[in-house]
C-alpha cells in the first residue's frame, strides 16, 4: 500500500488512529476482506453479501480508501455501481497485524503506558522503564522466558526467508550454531530444511528448558542443542561451519556488532558461513518497529538500531570474510563466507 498524502493530510489520519484500527477491524470481522480480496466488486453486490445497508457502507469504504486500503472505481451515475478492489496483499497484511496472534497484540502486553503522554518528560531522562517494567537485557529467569517467547512470534519473516534458501544455506553444512536464537524456534525450522544438519542455540543458561521444549515439540531432540553462556563475558564456542546472528546485532552499539561478528570469524571453520538477518532499515520496516522504537525510548540499555544492508556488507568485508552476498527475501539474508585458507 503506497499513501500520497500531505503531511496535513497524513496528521488528520494519525489523530483518527483509534478510528481506523476500528474500520481496519471491522472489515476483517465482516468479511469484508474476504469478498474484496478475488477482484472488483460493486459496491450493491458488496451491501447484499453482507446484508448492510449500501449508503453506510459506501461511507465505510470511503474510510478505508484514505487509508490506502482500497482502490475505487465511481465513474458510473448509480452509487451502487461503483467498484471496490483490496490493493494487493492488504488480507494477509491485516491478518499480520489485527489477527488474534499478531506481532503487534503481543507487542500491546508490554507496559508502554509508562511513557505514554510522558514522552517529553522521557525523552529529558525524567521517565523511563524500570527493570521490573523491562530489564535489558532480561535479569531474570521469567523476564528471559518473557522475551524469547515474544521474540518467536515474530521470527515468520525470518523462517521464510531461510526456507527460500535453504537449499543453498545448508547444502553440506553439518553443525549451526544460532547465537542468541531464542527458544530455537527459528533453529527447528531450519532443521526441517536440511535433515543432515545440527544446530545448536547459543544463549544464556536460563534458556535451555526453552529450547529443549521446542525440541520435543518440533521432533528435533537429537539435532537441537543448546549450549549456555554469555557473548560479553567469553568467545562464541568453536567447531560450527554455520553460524547466524538472527535479529541480535540491531540490539547492540556498532562497536558490539563489530566485536561479534569479528567472534564469529574466529570461531567458525575455514570457509564456514555466517548468515546476518534483521530488519534492515526500509520505510516499511521502521513502520513495523514503531512499537519498538516507541517503547525502547525509555531503555538507555538496548540501542533497537536499525541498519542498512551496506553497514552489515562492509562491516563483514573488512573483518575478514568473503563471498559477501545478499540473497532476495521478505527478509534480506546477508551470507558471508571465512576463506578456506
Given at each position: 500500500?503506497?499513501?500520497?498524502?500531505?503531511?496535513?493530510?497524513?496528521?488528520?489520519?494519525?489523530?483518527?488512529?483509534?478510528?481506523?484500527?476500528?474500520?481496519?477491524?471491522?472489515?476483517?470481522?465482516?468479511?469484508?476482506?474476504?469478498?474484496?480480496?478475488?477482484?472488483?466488486?460493486?459496491?450493491?453486490?458488496?451491501?447484499?453479501?453482507?446484508?448492510?445497508?449500501?449508503?453506510?457502507?459506501?461511507?465505510?469504504?470511503?474510510?478505508?480508501?484514505?487509508?490506502?486500503?482500497?482502490?475505487?472505481?465511481g465513474s458510473g451515475d448509480d452509487l451502487g455501481d461503483t467498484t471496490y478492489q483490496a490493493v494487493p496483499g492488504l488480507r494477509d497484511a491485516v491478518l499480520a497485524v489485527f489477527g488474534p496472534d499478531s506481532i503487534e497484540r503481543d507487542r500491546d502486553r508490554y507496559p508502554w503506558r509508562v511513557l505514554h503522554g510522558r514522552l517529553a518528560e522521557s525523552l529529558r531522562g525524567e521517565v523511563g522503564m524500570s527493570d521490573d517494567d523491562f530489564a535489558w537485557p532480561p535479569r531474570t529467569d521469567e523476564q528471559t522466558a518473557e522475551f524469547e517467547r515474544s521474540m518467536a512470534v515474530g521470527v515468520g519473516p525470518v523462517v521464510e526467508a531461510v526456507h527460500r534458501h535453504a537449499g543453498r544455506l545448508w547444502a553440506d553444512r553439518r553443525r549451526l550454531l544460532d547465537v542468541g536464537g531464542g527458544d530455537g524456534t527459528l533453529a527447528a525450522h531450519v532443521l526441517d530444511d536440511a535433515p543432515d544438519l545440527h544446530a545448536d542455540v547459543y544463549n544464556l543458561p536460563s534458556v535451555a528448558p526453552l529450547v529443549a521444549a521446542t525440541g520435543q515439540r518440533r521432533g528435533h531432540q537429537r539435532r537441537l542443542g543448546f549450549v549456555g553462556g554469555d557473548f560479553f563475558a567469553e568467545p562464541l564456542p568453536g567447531g560450527y561451519d554455520a553460524m547466524s546472528f538472527v535479529r541480535v546485532l540491531h540490539d547492540w552499539p556498532d562497536d558490539v556488532a563489530r566485536r561479534?561478528?569479528?567472534?564469529?570469524?574466529?570461531?567458525?571453520?575455514?570457509?564456514?558461513?555466517?548468515?546476518?538477518?534483521?530488519?534492515?532499515?526500509?520505510?516499511d520496516r521502521l513502520a513495523a518497529q514503531f512499537f519498538w522504537s516507541y517503547f525502547l525510548i525509555g531503555v538507555d540499555s538496548c540501542v533497537s538500531r536499525l541498519r542498512e544492508v551496506g553497514f552489515y556488507t562492509d562491516l563483514l568485508t573488512r573483518v575478514g570474510f568473503e563471498r559477501v552476498e545478499v540473497l532476495p527475501a521478505g527478509w534480506e539474508l546477508i551470507c558471508a563466507y571465512k576463506p578456506t585458507g
Open positions: 500500500m503506497t499513501l500520497d498524502l500531505s503531511p496535513r493530510g497524513l496528521m488528520h489520519l494519525l489523530v483518527n488512529g483509534p478510528k481506523a484500527v476500528d474500520v481496519v477491524q471491522t472489515a476483517l470481522d465482516t468479511g469484508l476482506l474476504d469478498a474484496l480480496e478475488p477482484g472488483p466488486a460493486r459496491l450493491d453486490d458488496l451491501a447484499v453479501r453482507l446484508r448492510v445497508r449500501p449508503l453506510r457502507l459506501y461511507k465505510f469504504l470511503d474510510c478505508l480508501e484514505s487509508l490506502g486500503c482500497v482502490e475505487r472505481d561479534l561478528v569479528e567472534q564469529a570469524y574466529a570461531a567458525l571453520e575455514p570457509g564456514g558461513l555466517l548468515l546476518i538477518c534483521e530488519e534492515f532499515r526500509t520505510p
